[in-house]
């Protein structure tokens, strides 16, 4: 209710022509043509925000239950990483030398202890800043002082590195600006946390209290994640088309047309996740996340983490939706038909295997089918994964589900005349937990490719992909290596890491746990480095000798 009458506030003050991009047109440059190559998000960002739930209430001891609470429900094993402070940690005031603090009452350890508490954990710090002159709070009111980043970009860039954030939400909340404009400042920003060194993942919204710029161009050269549309609520269908509130109906509406921009590093942010906040049933719950995870949104939690049920678990933790959501080769669900009712998407996927998603926007129950060449396979003989039950099907080729009002089944499709796919080996029923016990292959039966993506001064991207060349399972896997000349990893994906000296240790999470014969696992990484960038040496899987492809 208080953002609605936010919200209308806003256009009265459209209405009125408040207006002022000041100071930020007068140190503009012209970036645009620069890929942002950070090296940050190669996979949708996966964490939890706080503003769904508690607005502008927050206080540190709130956000450390949370970071614990990320811990022990086994969301951080399940792949949920950044904590991230939305508005309203700030102190109104900056100090005598222009840098930002955090609020004294509400913060009183600062904003640096706080990234220790949340990295002690292995999760990883996010925070929120506006470009302007006011954060979103502040522009509304709801939050004193006037403390946006515009003139302070650098230094701001700087203070948050030096905090330890490994994530910023910049949030545009002004009526002023044209797109360039908006291009611009936001680049001020890109640019000022690329000269801090730090891999921080760059999250911006150019929607808020704007006329609806995130869908109009492809922000991956400016943004890792932009949002694509007016804010979320829990609701299924708001009405409204790109306007606040938007429903998960509405905002499916708006990103469809979007998933060829979406690839390593750049996504189509969906908003935060509005599961376990009710307002919907269950069924439209598990739509919601099905469809932010093929659609490749950064999965952000909006929920309060301490207090959620095993249906809220259930969807959040579903181990087939985040390993199709963190799939390397990061594609957004294209559409493959749609009637107005019935609307297929296909997500194709590292391995070969297509992720389908069958989602019936309307209220009663209806069969909805496409084919296996429909969504890019041919040959004769396919498995099917129902992501939801776990159940494996197999098909010659037609893909069919009979799905309820407002839902969306979840099919993994593997197999065709391509490169075959082994049958999947059977990981428990989904949420899937880390498995602890290892079926190591005899040494030899593996083989590591292990490829540099990218390379910048002072460090570099790696994926490694592991293939089981044995002929039994892998279940639960460990990979080590010797980096000979000081590379010291501090971030992953698909993987948990630990490094002891030259000694790095790959750990699976829960949904790349399990590597069938003849099958494959695949984790990404972002190491620091200094000197020559030397090849690792010594990989083992399981502490079996491990060959190199
Ligand atoms: C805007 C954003 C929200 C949230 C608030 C904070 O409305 O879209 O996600 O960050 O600002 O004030």
Redesign the pocket.
Known sequence: MR?VARRHRVLTAMAAGLLAVTGATTVLRTTEAMALENGAARTPPMGW?S?NTF??NINETLIRQMADAMVSSGMRDAGYQYVVV???WMNPNRDSAGNLQGDPSRFPSGMKALGDYIHARGLKFGI?QGPLTK???QY?NSYPGSTGAQGHEAQDARQFAAWGVDYL?Y?W?SPSGTIDDQVRVFNLMRDALAATGRPIVYSI?S??VHSKTGPQRDWGDVANMW?TT??ITNTWNSGQTNGYPMGIQNIVDVTVPLAGRAKPGAFNDM??LEVGRGGMTDTEMRSHFALWAVMASPLIAGNDLRTMTAATQTILKNANLIGISQDPLARQAGQVSFDGTRRVLAKRLANGDVAVALFNQGSAATTISTTASAIGLSGGSFTLRDAWTDAVSTTSGGISASVPGHGTVVYRVSGGSGTPTPTPTGPSPTPTPTPTTSTPPPTGACQVTYAITSQWPSGFQGDVTIRNTGTTPVNGWTLRWSFANGQQLNQAWGATYAQSGAQVTATNVAYNGSIAPGGTATFGFIASQSGSNTAPTAFTLNDQACGRA
Do not use: I
């Open positions: 953002q925000n503003w607005g502008c939305d508005d309203c929120y954060t979103c709070a509304f939400k949030d909340c919204n929607n808020s949002r007016e804010d908003d935060m």
